[in-house]
């Protein structure tokens, strides 16, 4: 699944900033979808502002989106950015490809006002920021960051608004730093109970259905190889995990998984073998739930 984002604080949520005069410190090393920086140096493409995009944790090769650019006449010629996010075992990573005709790094943690910077807000605006290295190219900036698992809040459903906030420099502009913005939901999909919710049973008192499944045939699928399934996730002998499993024709149209002691990676990897699974098949929705 491809789609294009536009960011300007993360899109994991959002890394990339323009402007300025002369570079700073290299940062290293960077990695990123070859795809997204031949399309980063199509000067000054621009991306939708003020939209939340969406992001699945599932996806096996990552999206890339669009960074929007200046609101300001001046600004709109002189920066574009691609910003790439992909699921990768430590977390959410994040690359930024930003063409930029003025670019002004300067030093970590140093004012933003003074220089261009990616700052990206795992848990939306407002919660802890972490700052993306940038290293300055040829025509522009790249920058990497992985955002970990334990700094993800909610997984499922909306799951977790990152933000990316970059800060642009351009002294054709006249103005100080411009901050763009782009925010986007990172979620493994939709929970067993939002499925149930959608999903409202209703009884014909004249139709004959098939029988219902057994709680044993419906778990087998979970519980099979004495749950191996979760021992494969790295679930710790002293862990819990509490799956629930919304089954429709057979396959997973919603899944919760809850780890205790918390544990992000773990409950992603145990929603993302469940959603794999294949269930016996019945008329109805049918719920299953389990404790390892």
């Not at 995009?53 to 691609?82: F, I, N, R, W």
Request: charged residues 25%; negative net charge.
């Amino acid at each position: 699944m491809r789609f294009a984002l536009l960011l300007s604080a993360l899109s994991f949520t959002s890394l990339v900033s323009c402007g300025g005069g002369s570079s700073g410190p290299a940062h290293g090393p960077i990695a990123g979808d070859p795809g997204a920086v031949a399309q980063a140096r199509k000067m000054h493409e621009c991306g939708k502002a003020d939209q939340v995009h969406q992001y699945d944790l599932h996806d096996e090769d990552g999206d890339s989106t669009l960074v929007p650019c200046s609101k300001s006449a001046a600004g709109q010629s002189d920066y574009s950015g691609m910003i790439h996010i992909e699921t990768i075992p430590e977390g959410v990573h994040i690359t930024i490809h930003a063409s930029d005709d003025e670019v002004t790094l300067g030093e970590l943690g140093a004012d933003v006002k003074t220089r261009d910077a990616v700052i990206v807000y795992p848990k939306g605006a407002g919660s802890k920021a972490i700052e993306v290295p940038l290293m300055k190219t040829k025509d522009g900036y790249v920058g990497d960051k992985i955002v970990m698992w334990e700094d993800l809040g909610k997984l499922n459903d909306e799951g977790t608004k990152i933000d990316v906030a970059i800060f642009d420099h351009d002294k054709s502009s006249g103005q100080d730093a411009e901050e763009l913005h782009v925010a986007v939901a990172v979620s493994t999909g939709k929970s067993c109970e939002k499925a149930l919710d959608e999903n409202v049973q209703t009884v014909d008192m004249g139709k004959k259905g098939k029988a219902d499944l057994t709680d044993t045939q419906l778990g087998a699928p979970l519980n099979a190889n004495n749950g191996q399934l979760v021992t494969a996730c790295g679930l710790a002998s002293d862990a819990h995990a509490d799956v629930c499993v919304a089954v429709k024709q057979g396959k997973p149209v919603g899944v919760s998984v809850r780890v205790s002691p918390s544990n992000n990676k773990v409950a992603a990897c145990i929603d993302r073998a469940a959603r794999h699974l294949s269930f016996p098949a019945s008329d109805k929705l049918d719920v299953v739930k389990t404790k390892f």
